[in-house]
């Protein structure tokens, strides 16, 4: 490993520690090993979205719209032809992406920034619209119950536990995937765009296809993120493709950082963390999520993540002469940044 | 031969003509100019030229093909390529980066390889590199490559901003303005540039204010005023037209 | 076909129309002038209908007084709202500033099951006569809706036309920059922008309670209407809105009656992606 993957991946390793070592000593019983399930399924989706904020530095508000699709999509599949949850899990991302490739076509062509958030808001509402009212393929406002989970070797993943170390590696390969994705042609061409579009248009990138790509390939990570969700859960209803999921993941984003491959992941841990602990005040919960979502934006604009690895750099710094590479690419200052 | 002709190209913002019926016309390999005063449709005709906007009337040919109305990457594919006139980079990217996406119609590696670190995929992950290094080289800016884009020099972001446009191997350049906020030895580096890119086989249009440069460094000059060419031939026979003093020289002199 | 039933629908339809028209005047006001989303302006209309609730009912005030005061007091928490959620953010990304607002819309809606409950609330019209036009039953109530949502929209196109403080307004949208170099308070002008915006919602809400009941959950499912109707009418352009809001009231209406009531809500997505797909920029809108 090189010194830069070993500076990027530096928080992962001590943190992969911790997270395949906590549900054998601090989230013993299945409710709360549940909240571990849920934090990788949030984490995913989260990553997901910021690919879009993050990476395209645009904004979709239809994104829980293709959670909750890629969820019903496996699940049907599931329920009605008694598929394999392990294809749900291949189904649904495609699915999921040739939607959004359709949608996004229709959206991006013309529209950036607010508009597109707009826009994508209104294909979302629509999208549960039509979850809430087809019966017959839905299930109406009730759902679906009774989903399966995935077997491996004729053994159905039922606990928590296993379900956990199934969703946390798969996690670990979206962030490798997303990772490694940065630095290919695909990953610069939606980089530059995001950064300069008339110069990234200047030079011969076609905005408009790599960014319709871009998005659908979002959609299709976040469609896996609600097959997950549907074979663990076990439920789908049409809840899921609604706003408050979308609120989630903008939490879990934003509260994490954007742009940062880690900050999402932190962001869907303290999410569900914190909403946990607040779930004794009931109805004040809400209220008091209001608030504090207010103040991270407010104090930490970049995240909780991008902060936090600051004061670790200047507490590095302090203790150190010998400068490390810094972590992101913003940050890099002129000559550390030599690599073969 | 004409590597780009432009005819009757006319561009109409609600009734005024920003450009109107501008017969433009450059011989490969040379270095055309393209002047006239503030708001006289230099810089709407080059973005007619690149396709970032679309003529109401009039038609663009590139190597003898019909581009008008094409899409700006669709022409940078076919080695037409531009800058812009306030200075436009991946300003938080670090000057390896802004070449790196720049190779964007040149880099070979696929999706797969970027996955799997390849043999392959590093092998042209190196080739990238070196090419950096070279086009960084040609525009002087080689120590500068790990700085970030913002925190350069207002000479040091034209010249990455002419490798940026180089890394996608143009066959023409189009540089609106590149001279604006260089000091006269910065100037001078850039002409020695664009003779160089010249003699590599590079036409050339400039869209300049600069007169010394201009009259310097280009075999033709086109002169507009009211979106409409009032002139056009050698630097020589460009300084000594009546109407151009008029429209031009005289405006600034009386400024 | 019963022309009877299409009447009724049609007076159905102005009276929701009238509530869109008010709704999205406001939430265009505010993406033209400052370009930003403000994700509680349907809460804003909530807590107008909540308000008024308590003022006639728990207070004792009537309702035109109940009504003029939540007026008056959203305007001022309008202006609070620029303060404390949209300024802080406005040299940021423009996503800062939805997320902002979306924290505030979830502190309102969630501050507000708190104090109200969840179950709606009715208020008492001040004249409710039911009257006979043709085949058509026409509530005097109603009247009063279409009446003061239409003069409080005339009176909004007549303040950005007419006036000084429009002209202002219009050109800070148009051209921040440009706005301030010529020597326009723009704070001033955001200040005053969420305040009339904030004052429209609020109305909307005192409105709606004449026909309808008051509850915490009203705000959200406008708010997603309220956006369908921008979209259409043209992002930022406010005379837009009040034809497309007037349009989709009626012609949801009609739609809810004659095809299917159970997709009613789906009828004005469809429309507006429709649009979308043939004039991205909207019906209004300039490209």
């Known amino acids: ?340 | 031969m004409a590597i780009l002709r432009t005819e009757g190209l006319t561009k109409l913002f609600g009734g005024l003509s920003a450009v109107n019926g501008l017969d433009l016309l450059v011989e490969e390999g040379e270095i055309m100019g393209l002047i006239g005063p503030n708001g006289s449709g230099k810089t709407t005709a080059l973005n007619l030229i690149t396709g970032f906007i679309k003529p109401t009337r009039g038609k663009v040919t590139y190597e003898g093909g019909d581009v008008t109305g094409a899409q700006p990457h669709d022409l940078a594919g076919l080695g037409l390529v531009r800058t812009f006139q306030i200075t436009t980079l991946f300003e938080n990217l670090t000057v390896r980066d802004n070449i790196l996406h720049g190779i964007h119609l040149h880099n070979p590696s696929s999706l797969m390889g970027a996955l799997t670190r390849s043999r392959k995929y590093r092998d042209q992950q190196t080739m990238m590199g070196e090419r950096v290094e070279e086009l960084l080289a040609m525009v002087g800016l080689e120590p500068r490559i790990g700085a970030m884009a913002r925190d350069l020099s207002a000479g040091e972001h034209r010249y990455l901003e002419i490798a940026i446009a180089l890394a996608a191997r143009p066959r023409m350049l189009l540089l609106d303005e590149p001279a604006t906020g260089l000091n006269p030895e910065e100037a001078g580096f850039l002409m020695n540039l664009i003779r160089t890119l010249r003699d590599d086989g590079v036409t050339v249009l400039l869209v300049e204010h600069n007169m010394r440069l201009i009259t310097n460094i280009c075999t033709r000059i086109t002169v507009l005023n009211f979106g409409a060419k009032i002139a056009e031939g050698t630097p020589e026979e460009i300084v000594d037209n009546e109407d151009v003093v008029t429209a031009y020289l005289g405006k600034r002199r009386g400024a | 076909m019963n022309w009877d039933i299409v009447g009724q629908q049609l007076w159905n339809g102005l009276l929701s129309g009238s509530i869109y028209v008010i709704f999205a005047s406001g939430l265009s006001l505010v993406f033209g002038v400052m370009r930003v989303i403000n994700m509680a302006h349907g809460e804003l209309t909530m807590l107008g209908a909540m308000l008024l609730y308590t003022f006639t009912k728990l207070v004792g005030l009537g309702y035109f007084v109940g009504g003029a005061l939540v007026v008056v007091v959203m305007g001022l928490t309008g202006f609070l709202v620029n303060r404390v959620t949209v300024r802080p953010f406005l040299g940021q990304s423009e996503l800062v500033v939805i997320l902002s607002t979306v924290a505030l819309s979830f502190m309102l809606l969630n501050g507000s099951l708190v104090v109200w409950g969840s179950s709606p609330k009715g208020v008492d019209a001040p004249f409710n006569e039911i009257v006979k036009v043709g085949g058509v039953f026409i509530t005097t109530a109603g009247l009063l809706l279409v009446g003061v949502c239409f003069a409080a929209v005339l009176g909004l196109y007549l303040m950005l036309t007419r006036t000084k403080l429009g002209k202002k307004t219009r050109a800070t949208g148009q051209n921040l920059l440009g706005a301030r170099l010529i020597g326009i308070n723009t704070t001033a002008i955001y200040d005053t922008t969420l305040l009339i915006a904030s004052g429209l919602a609020a109305l909307g809400g005192v409105m709606i309670v004449l026909v309808s009941s008051a509850s915490p959950n009203l705000g959200q499912p406008l708010l997603i209407t309220g956006f369908a109707v921008v979209i259409v009418a043209g992002m930022g352009n406010v005379a837009g809105a009040v034809a497309v809001g007037l349009f989709f009231g009626v012609t949801e209406a009609l739609f809810g009656q004659f095809i299917s009531t159970y997709y009613r809500q789906g009828y004005l997505y469809v429309v507006m992606i429709v649009v979308l797909l043939l004039r991205p920029q909207g019906l209004f809108g300039r490209k």
């Open chain 1, 1 to 340: 490993m090189s010194v830069r993957s070993t500076a990027r991946y530096g928080f992962g390793v001590p943190v992969l520690g911790v997270a395949l070592l906590v549900p054998l000593v601090l989230f013993t019983n299945s409710y709360n090993r549940g909240l571990l399930v849920l934090i990788v399924i949030y984490a995913i989706g989260g990553l997901s979205l910021d690919y879009i904020m993050g990476e395209m530095g645009q904004f979709s508000f239809g994104h829980a719209a293709f959670w909750g699709f890629g969820a019903y999509v496996s699940a049907k599949l599931a329920l009605d032809l008694g598929i394999s949850p392990w294809i749900g899990f291949l189904a649904a991302p495609v699915a999921a992406g040739l939607v959004g490739l359709l949608i996004g076509y229709i959206a991006l062509r013309r529209t950036r920034g607010l508009e597109l958030a707009i826009v994508t808001l209104g294909f979302g509402v629509l999208a549960w619209t039509v979850a809430l009212r087809w019966r017959s393929v839905t299930g109406g406002p009730s759902g679906l119950r009774q989903v399966p989970p995935p077997s491996l070797f004729g053994w159905e993943i039922r606990s928590e536990l296993a379900y956990y170390y199934l969703a946390l590696l798969l996690l670990l390969g979206v962030v490798f995937i997303l990772s490694r994705m940065r630095e290919s042609r695909f990953g610069r061409a939606v980089r530059s765009i995001h950064e300069n579009e008339d110069l990234a248009k200047s030079i011969g990138v076609s905005a408009t296809k790599y960014y319709v790509f871009a998005f659908s390939f979002a959609c299709a990570l976040v469609g896996f993120s609600g097959a997950l969700y549907a074979h663990h859960f076990r439920f789908v209803n049409p809840n899921l493709l609604g706003l408050q999921y979308m609120f989630i993941f903008l939490i879990v984003v934003l509260v994490g950082g954007t742009g940062t491959l880690w900050g999402p992941v932190l962001g869907a841990t303290i999410f569900v963390l914190v909403s946990e602990w607040l779930r004794a005040l009931q109805e004040y919960r809400f209220l008091i999520f209001g608030v504090v979502l207010l103040l991270v934006v407010l104090f930490m604009p970049r995240g909780v993540y991008p902060t936090l690895r600051k004061m670790s750099r200047r507490m590095r710094e302090r203790s150190e002469t010998a400068g490390e590479p810094a972590l992101r690419a913003e940050n890099r200052g002129p000559g550390g940044e030599q690599r073969g």
